[in-house]
């Protein structure tokens, strides 16, 4: 079984943290882009491809028509098996989401959307360079809800430069409010090149000491499981049975392919992306970046996606599965450290992060690149 993930890199306006790869969505431009993505379908009909997930992510997918969407998924219909119970989401920005498109999004097969809420303090949005409002985030969630989504994730986002630790909480409680299934919580990182790099550059905004970011991540994760959320991985909670099924296959190294501009493949043990040039991907989607991992890369990104989930941590068994060899012998030295230090435990069949080293994950991980 494969994951399935299409790209659409449209976006009404371009966020200030942000460095992906998005355009304007002109309407010819849309539907330009729909049609490469149904060629580039095509070129996996003959493999018999079976898909357990499919996501569609972005960008702004929402913003596409439903037309649009509609013929992305016939496409992808007609080029893999998607099994009957397959996870199928949709990432949604809360000012796009109306009543006629969940309705769309619930007969072309959605069953989760994941919704960019981010902030519930209005002011935070602005200065992030969202285009929604809390008012907005309320109101699709509703929506969403009123047209059958029982799966929605909601993303909240820490260390905005604006933030302080009431305004986190408020948000925080805003979101356990609206009982999603699934929550993902990520911490602003101001990234070269974007609008906040270069306010941070003229001293328009401040960025988050470390002391203070590793504080906002706690007092999140401390409210969610408080809630009964699930931390199953370091930056995901979600209630049981509500894990995100896609995202998992990154984390536990399984099979994906991804569609559209952008997009990475794993397949074979290679990895594939495709070229991030909109009208390079146009004229030709074939046009590729393949890079064929080593042995040593395949077990370092096992040890690094694996330890991300919490609960599952890395198996000795899996381990010894797949690359014939013991976690002990190939990496002896950062178990060692991290073993002595308590930021790595032994569960007997497997190892996981410690607790305190959830606030500290970079620097263990790093440790097995
Ligand atoms: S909506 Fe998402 S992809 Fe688009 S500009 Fe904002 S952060 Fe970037």
Not at 195 to 205: T, V, W
Not at 213 to 231: H, V
Not at 258 to 274: I, K, P, Q, V, W
Not at 328 to 355: I, Q
């Amino acid at each position: 079984m494969i994951g399935l993930y299409v790209h659409i890199p449209f976006c009404a306006q371009k966020c200030n943290y942000c460095d992906f790869c998005s355009y304007p969505p002109l309407t010819q431009r849309q539907s330009e882009y729909c049609d490469a993505l149904a060629c580039e379908a095509m070129l996996y009909k003959d493999h018999g491809l079976h898909a357990d997930t499919v996501y569609f992510g972005g960008g702004t997918p929402s913003l596409l028509n439903s037309s649009s969407i509609a013929k992305a998924m016939a496409a992808i219909h007609e080029c893999f098996k998607v099994s009957a119970d397959a996870e199928i989401t949709i990432e949604a920005n809360p000012c796009t989401v109306t009543a006629q498109k969940a309705a769309d999004y619930r007969a072309l097969g959605f069953n989760r959307v994941s919704l960019g809420a981010q902030s519930f303090i209005d002011s935070e949005l602005s200065a992030l360079g969202r285009l929604h409002s809390t008012a907005d985030t309320q109101r699709s969630f509703d929506i969403l809800r009123n047209a059958g989504f029982s799966n929605i994730s909601l993303d909240l986002m820490y260390a905005i430069p604006t933030q302080d630790f009431s305004s986190l909480s408020t948000s925080v409680t805003k979101v356990l409010n609206l009982e999603p299934e699934h929550i993902s919580c990520y911490g602003l990182k101001i990234e070269h090149g974007t609008p906040f790099a270069k306010m941070l550059e003229r001293g328009a905004i401040s960025e988050k000491t470390d002391d203070e970011y590793a504080d906002m991540y706690e007092q999140i994760c401390s409210s969610l499981t408080l809630a009964g959320y699930d931390q199953y991985e370091l930056s995901n909670f979600s209630r049981p049975g509500f894990e995100s099924k896609h995202n998992l296959k990154y984390w536990q190294g399984r099979q994906y392919i991804g569609l559209g501009a952008s997009a990475a493949s794993f397949y074979d043990g290679c990895r594939y992306t495709r070229t991030s040039d909109f009208d390079a991907y146009i004229a030709s989607f074939a046009n590729d970046e393949r890079y064929e991992l080593s042995i040593d890369e395949l077990m370092s990104e096992f040890m690094f996606l694996h330890l991300r989930l919490t609960g599952l941590g890395a198996s000795k068994a899996d381990f010894r599965a797949r690359f014939g060899k013991d976690i002990e012998d190939v990496f002896s030295k950062p178990l060692a450290k991290h073993l002595a230090a308590g930021t790595l435990v032994d569960k007997g069949d497997r190892y996981v992060l410690s607790k305190r080293a959830y606030y500290v994950s970079n620097s263990v991980l790093c440790d097995f690149v």
